[in-house]
C-alpha cells in the first residue's frame, strides 16, 4: 500500500520530469499551439506539486491505490516515450495523461 510519502513523490516525479525536460519538449514543439500544450502541461503539474506539498496527504481515501498505480505507470510512459524519442504529439499525450493521473492521485489522497 502507498504511503502519504509515496504519493506526494510521484506527484513530484511527474511536475520534475516535465520541468526537467520542458527545454527538449519546447524545442520540438513546432506550432504555436504544440508550445502552448508543453508550457500548459508543466503549469498544471507544477500547480500539482505545489498543491499535494501543501495539503495533507492521505493514503487511507478510497481509490488512492488505483490512483496511486496510475501515476506511476504513466510516468513511467513519458519516460519510456522520451528513450524513443517519441514525436512531441505522442509525447504530449503521455505528458498529459501523467499530469491527469497525477490530478487524479492528489484528488484521492486529499479526499480522506
Keep these: 500500500m502507498s504511503s502519504a510519502d509515496d504519493c ?3 506527484i513530484q516525479n511527474i511536475y520534475l520530469d516535465a520541468l526537467n525536460n520542458d527545454p527538449h519538449d519546447l524545442a520540438q514543439a513546432t506550432t ?3 508550445v502552448a500544450a508543453v508550457q500548459a ?3 498544471n503539474a507544477r500547480s500539482n ?3 499535494a506539498a501543501a495539503a495533507a496527504l492521505t493514503s487511507a481515501a478510497p481509490g488512492v491505490e488505483t490512483a496511486y498505480t496510475s501515476a506511476q ?3 513511467a510512459a513519458v519516460q519510456s516515450a522520451r528513450t524513443a524519442c517519441a514525436s512531441i ?3 504530449l499525450g503521455k505528458l498529459n ?3 491527469k493521473a ?3 492521485l492528489l484528488g484521492a489522497a486529499k479526499a480522506a
Design 102 to 104: 497525477g490530478t487524479s
Design 41 to 43: 502541461n508543466l503549469a
Design 73 to 75: 505507470s504513466t510516468l
Design 97 to 99: 495523461s501523467a499530469t
Design 8 to 10: 506526494l513523490a510521484v
Design 89 to 91: 504529439t505522442t509525447l
Design 49 to 51: 506539486y505545489y498543491a
Design 32 to 34: 504555436p499551439v504544440l
